[in-house]
Each structure stands twice: as structure tokens, then as C-alpha cells.
């Protein structure tokens, strides 16, 4: 049509109209943020989709102890934290570590323990720092199932384990403690984890204090925690923290005594700790240290030790 239309008009000795400019592109649209439990490539399946038989016998036993750690694994951990009081929603929740395609994720090298690792030392990283307890042996019934709900969790993952939206965001700031104290009563924090920190058995974990998470834990990290407490804190209206207000929290619960992580000054052997890892390492010096750390009643299963070499030193 436009071409029988500028020949009909060279034909009665008058110019075509200026050809229209090219329409703008689009504005690039900003990726909406994922929404808790949901993944653009990936959702785990249903707990109640768990086979029938020992394996699923194993992944469901494996969840309880992932929500029920501390009443069911008492020697383990002999505080009160479960493994979901941070992986969230049984290791579900995204912005929570969440556990989405994590089994295909290992083995993988630790930057802050300088070593390969397989899954199974990663969770006794958990068990020794963040619920401050005992390592579980990598042999036991205990750990296997863990390791069957955490495989059944990225059935369907990519087979990179890369799931998007699984990490803790990256956040800036700096917290204030006084700040955060008040803010503490203010916001509610006390209702459920109380005036003292140590939380409720079963329900709230404690903050602070002999039932706490370790120093080694990366809950101990200023940003770290500020991160987790904007997005799902207070359990009542998530979210509605601001970023300054969860820095100052933040700031006031890692500014009281909690486990010590021993031979935490071994940890990044090669350099390159996070600016607020709050204890000394390799080329960093503690950032906001609490006042004192509290021996650990059984030190020696509070290490997780490397890999070891059949065959000696590889080569």
C-alpha cells in the first residue's frame, strides 16, 4: 500500500510524505522480585509428594530434624536454634538460604574454610556454628536423612543447583547498638524473643546468650543479619523494618555475648574475610566483637575438620 501510494504521488508531481521515525524501543522492565517460595526455574516439590517406602521414609524424618533440631537432636544441639530458625519455611523460603538445588551444589570449595567440601561438611558447619553444637558423624542415620530431605528438596533443580533468589541479598549499612535497643521494645522484637534474648523453646530462637548462635555463625555478621531481619522480621508485618532500622538490630543483638566458634582464627586462611566477620582472621581484625564469647561445653566436636587424604598429602 505505501508503495502504490508514493508512486501515485510522484505521478501527480508530489513528494511522498517523510517516511515516520522509528518507534522508540521500550523501556526496559525491571525483573519483579521473586516472591517467597517461588522461583522462576524452580519450586520443590510438596513434602507430601515424598515417596512411599525408606527412601521417603528417610526424607521425612530427614525434615523433622531439619525443624525439629534441637528436640530431637539434644546432644547435637544443645541450644535453642533448629536449622529452620534461618533457612526458613523448611529450607524453602527464598532470601533465606534457602536449600533449593543445594544438593547439587556440592562438593564445592569454602572460601572461609580454604578446602573443598562435600554436603555433608557444610551441614556440620551448621550444626557447629550456627546451632552452636556438635558436629553429627557423616555416617549416621541422622545425617543421611537430612541429606535425603535436603536431595529431595532439589529433585527438579538445575543441574548447576543454581537456583536464582536462594541467597541472603548483598545489603549496605551500619548499625548503631543504643539505637538498636530501643528499637528492639519498639518494633516488638521483645514479645517474642524476650528482654534477655533467649527466645522461646520450640518457637522463637534465642538471640543471644548461651542458646544462641556461635560467633562463627553468619548470623553474627552485622550485614548478614540486618539482611534477614528486613525481609521477614518481625514475624507479624515482614518487611516492615526499614534497612537503616534492621542495621541498628542488627547492631544491639550481635553486640551480646554468644558461643565461641573454636579455632575460628583459622577461618579464610587465604585472606579475604567479609569486612564485618566480628572476630580476627587472616589480614582482618574483629569488626564489633561482642564483649566475651562462652566456652563451648564440648569444644573438640565443635570443629569440623578438612576432607582427610587416604593417600597423604594430594599432590
Same mark, same amino acid.
Given at each position: 500500500? /505505501?508503495?502504490? /501510494? &508514493?508512486?501515485? /504521488?510522484?505521478?501527480?508531481?508530489?513528494?511522498?510524505?517523510?517516511?515516520?521515525?522509528?518507534?522508540?524501543?521500550?523501556?526496559?522492565?525491571?525483573?519483579?522480585?521473586?516472591?517467597?517460595?517461588?522461583?522462576d526455574v524452580y519450586t520443590a516439590p510438596a513434602l507430601e509428594t515424598a515417596p512411599e517406602g525408606?527412601?521417603?521414609?528417610?526424607?521425612?524424618?530427614?525434615?523433622? /530434624?531439619?525443624?525439629? &533440631?534441637?528436640?530431637?537432636?539434644?546432644?547435637?544441639?544443645?541450644?535453642?536454634?533448629?536449622?529452620?530458625?534461618?533457612?526458613?519455611?523448611?529450607?524453602?523460603?527464598?532470601?533465606?538460604?534457602?536449600?533449593?538445588?543445594?544438593?547439587?551444589?556440592?562438593?564445592?570449595?569454602?572460601?572461609?574454610?580454604?578446602?573443598?567440601?562435600?554436603?555433608?561438611?557444610?551441614?556440620?558447619?551448621?550444626? &557447629?556454628?550456627?546451632?552452636?553444637?556438635?558436629?553429627?558423624?557423616?555416617?549416621?542415620?541422622?545425617?543421611?536423612?537430612?541429606?535425603?530431605?535436603?536431595?529431595?528438596?532439589?529433585?527438579?533443580?538445575?543441574?548447576?543447583?543454581?537456583?536464582?533468589?536462594?541467597?541472603?541479598?548483598?545489603?549496605?549499612?551500619?548499625?548503631?547498638?543504643?539505637?538498636?535497643?530501643?528499637?528492639? &521494645?519498639?518494633?516488638?522484637?521483645?514479645?517474642?524473643?524476650?528482654?534477655?534474648?533467649?527466645?522461646?523453646?520450640?518457637?522463637?530462637?534465642?538471640?543471644?546468650?548461651?542458646?544462641?548462635?556461635?560467633?562463627?555463625?553468619?548470623?553474627?555478621?552485622?550485614?548478614?543479619?540486618?539482611?534477614?531481619?528486613?525481609?521477614?522480621?518481625?514475624?507479624?508485618?515482614?518487611?516492615?523494618?526499614?534497612?537503616?532500622?534492621?542495621?541498628?538490630?542488627?547492631?544491639?543483638?550481635?553486640?551480646?555475648?554468644?558461643?565461641?566458634?573454636?579455632?575460628?582464627?583459622?577461618?579464610?586462611?587465604?585472606?579475604?574475610?567479609?569486612?564485618?566477620?566480628?572476630?580476627?582472621?587472616?589480614?582482618?581484625?574483629?569488626?564489633?566483637?561482642?564483649?566475651?564469647?562462652?566456652?563451648?561445653?564440648?569444644?573438640?566436636?565443635?570443629?569440623?575438620?578438612?576432607?582427610?587424604?587416604?593417600?597423604?598429602?594430594?599432590?
Amino acid at each position: 500500500m /505505501l508503495i502504490a /501510494l &508514493t508512486a501515485f /504521488l510522484a505521478a501527480c508531481g508530489g513528494e511522498a510524505p517523510p517516511a515516520a521515525p522509528p518507534a522508540a524501543p521500550p523501556a526496559p522492565v525491571p525483573a519483579p522480585l521473586l516472591e517467597p517460595g517461588k522461583a522462576d526455574v524452580y519450586t520443590a516439590p510438596a513434602l507430601e509428594t515424598a515417596p512411599e517406602g525408606p527412601y521417603g521414609d528417610s526424607i521425612r524424618r530427614g525434615y523433622e /530434624l531439619f525443624t525439629k &533440631t534441637a528436640e530431637l537432636l539434644p546432644d547435637n544441639v544443645p541450644g535453642n536454634q533448629n536449622c529452620s530458625s534461618c533457612h526458613l519455611d523448611g529450607g524453602r523460603q527464598l532470601g533465606a538460604a534457602a536449600l533449593l538445588g543445594v544438593h547439587d551444589r556440592f562438593p564445592k570449595y569454602m572460601e572461609r574454610t580454604g578446602a573443598v567440601i562435600a554436603l555433608h561438611d557444610r551441614v556440620n558447619y551448621c550444626f &557447629t556454628r550456627s546451632l552452636a553444637g556438635s558436629r553429627l558423624p557423616a555416617e549416621s542415620q541422622e545425617m543421611t536423612d537430612l541429606l535425603a530431605y535436603l536431595a529431595f528438596l532439589s529433585v527438579d533443580a538445575p543441574k548447576n543447583g543454581k537456583v536464582p533468589g536462594v541467597d541472603i541479598p548483598k545489603v549496605e549499612g551500619k548499625g548503631d547498638a543504643a539505637t538498636g535497643e530501643k528499637l528492639y &521494645t519498639e518494633k516488638g522484637c521483645v514479645a517474642c524473643h524476650g528482654a534477655e534474648g533467649k527466645g522461646v523453646d520450640g518457637a522463637f530462637p534465642a538471640l543471644w546468650g548461651p542458646d544462641s548462635y556461635s560467633i562463627g555463625a553468619s548470623m553474627a555478621r552485622e550485614e548478614r543479619a540486618a539482611s534477614f531481619i528486613q525481609q521477614f522480621m518481625p514475624k507479624t508485618t515482614p518487611g516492615s523494618l526499614t534497612l537503616e532500622e534492621a542495621f541498628h538490630l542488627s547492631a544491639f543483638i550481635n553486640s551480646h555475648p554468644r558461643p565461641d566458634s573454636p579455632t575460628k582464627e583459622l577461618d579464610w586462611p587465604n585472606g579475604g574475610a567479609p569486612y564485618d566477620v566480628p572476630y580476627a582472621t587472616q589480614g582482618h581484625e574483629a569488626y564489633n566483637p561482642p564483649p566475651s564469647v562462652l566456652e563451648r561445653a564440648k569444644p573438640e566436636l565443635a570443629v569440623v575438620p578438612a576432607p582427610p587424604s587416604v593417600r597423604g598429602t594430594p599432590k
